[in-house]
């Protein structure tokens, strides 16, 4: 089992590289198998979540090819299988973007029910309420939602919560139904945004993406196109806070800055420097962090998949800070392991409070979830001594290179696949 090991303490400074929004590609993977044409995709983060993403569109039938490491042509003339294995769905939970996909391009799909996660239950009703409206018919048995349609039409769907999965399933689905479909509080994430250009680039009309009505006007059939998805705001927030964690001085470069804000805001409360450019934004770290408040909320507010890494740094901000959760039931399984760092933060119902400590110190950790995990590497780069982090193939679910990036900026950290090699490791930096 891989782990990682982390010598804390160095503040890490330099410039790094942010890659495509791993939320963004999973929409537009799936969206791509919706044409018999070919379409080539860049900017694609190769991270084990499009990986696993990819084989299930190989599953059905698709052809994947890899034109290089981060570029990836699909052609969805050859599908066979309107059948995605629960094998995909209990890996990635986002393989049911191909329910929509096929729903759109064949009226007909099958997908595995997807289960909780380690981030709370997670219910597709709003995904299942939506096809309805566009007159398909859901069943669900054996595990499995089986879904289909004489023909797709237009509806009205009025979503009873902001939900992105659902947002995009129906976009995909409804840019092939007869006439329009109207979403109403639809999600308003920059992914929702790309996965619309993308799909408007293949020769969909979908309108008024990134507000929070989009409306979608039916076409006959979609062609094939090159497009370049955007970068990942979560990855470069994760660097941003890695910098203040670490009183470092860092340039997250190849970013829309403007798709940051909530995150720069946060740290310029807690006594950072953010300086702003076209396309990188530099986070200058603060001897004293000062403490502050945050609740998660759908875009523009603040991103529920950076809660763990701002609490993190909070846990060394002067005061007493206050974290709610306002998006997921069970997101804060990290507290326990920052706590065995010497970190005193509790937890009553869905918000942390955090008093903050001078300095935490290395320890061995489980990582409980993705963003959860990439939070410790950040504490464990902070704190004093070696941490050892278990479990980081949630990590790897959502961050390209995440140790070669640090590494760039610094910090000394090492992925090893064995107990002789983090020996070999602990023995050399310790
Ligand atoms: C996506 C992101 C995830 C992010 C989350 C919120 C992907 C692949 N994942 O997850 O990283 O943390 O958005 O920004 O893009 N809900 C329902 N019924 C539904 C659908 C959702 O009750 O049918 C609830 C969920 O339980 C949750 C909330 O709505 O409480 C938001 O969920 P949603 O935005 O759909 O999250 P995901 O698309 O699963």
């Not at 326990?336 to 970190?343: I, S, T």
């Amino acid at each position: 089992m891989e782990q990682y090991i982390i010598k804390g303490g160095n503040p890490l400074n330099g410039r790094v590289s942010i890659g495509g929004a791993k939320n963004a590609a999973l929409g537009i993977l799936a969206a791509a198998i919706m044409t018999d044409e070919t379409v080539t995709i860049e900017n694609v983060p190769n991270v084990r979540d499009t990986r696993v993403l990819l084989q299930a569109i190989e599953g059905i039938g698709a052809k994947v090819k890899y034109v290089y490491n981060n570029s990836v042509q699909i052609n969805g003339g050859s599908i066979c299988d309107m059948n995605v294995d629960y094998e995909y769905i209990k890996k990635i939970r986002a393989s049911y973007y191909l329910l929509g996909a096929l729903l759109g391009k064949y009226k007909k799909s099958e997908v595995a029910l997807p289960g909780g996660c380690n981030i709370g239950s997670r219910p597709i009703d709003q995904h299942i309420k939506g096809f309805k409206a566009l007159g398909v018919e859901v069943d669900i048995s054996h595990g499995k939602i089986f879904a289909k349609a004489d023909k797709l039409v237009g509806g009205h769907v009025y979503f009873d919560m902001v939900t992105v999965g659902a947002t995009i399933n129906l976009m995909l689905a409804a840019c092939l139904a007869e006439g329009d479909t109207i979403l109403e509080n639809a999600a308003k994430e920059p992914h929702i945004v790309d996965v619309a250009n993308f799909l408007n680039a293949m020769g969909a009309n979908i309108k008024g993406a990134g507000t929070d009505v989009i409306r979608i006007r039916g076409v006959n059939r979609l062609h094939g196109t090159t497009y370049s998805i955007i970068p990942d705001q979560i990855e470069a927030g994760t660097f941003m806070f890695a910098a203040a964690c670490t009183r470092g001085d860092v340039v997250v470069q190849d970013v829309i800055p403007k798709h940051l804000e909530s995150i720069s805001a946060k740290l310029i409360e807690v006594g950072c420097q953010v300086i702003e450019g076209d396309d990188w934004v530099r986070v200058i770290g603060c001897e004293n962090l000062k403490s502050t408040n945050v609740k998660t909320l759908p875009y523009p507010g603040f991103p529920t998949d950076m809660q763990p890494q701002m609490a993190a740094v909070l846990a060394l901000a002067d005061g007493t800070s206050m974290v709610t959760e306002s998006i997921f039931e069970n997101r804060f399984k990290y507290v326990d392991e920052l706590n065995r760092m010497g970190c005193k933060i509790k937890v009553e119902g869905n918000t942390a409070y955090i008093e903050g400590i001078e300095q935490m110190s290395g320890t061995q950790m489980a990582a409980p979830d993705l963003r959860a995990g990439a939070a410790l590497v950040i504490a464990a780069l902070s704190a004093d001594g070696v941490s050892e982090i278990e479990d980081i193939e949630y990590i790897q679910r959502g961050y390209e290179d995440f140790d070669g990036k640090l590494r760039t900026l610094g910090a000394v950290i090492e992925r090893v696949d064995s107990e002789r090699d983090a020996q070999k490791v602990k023995l050399k930096i310790g």
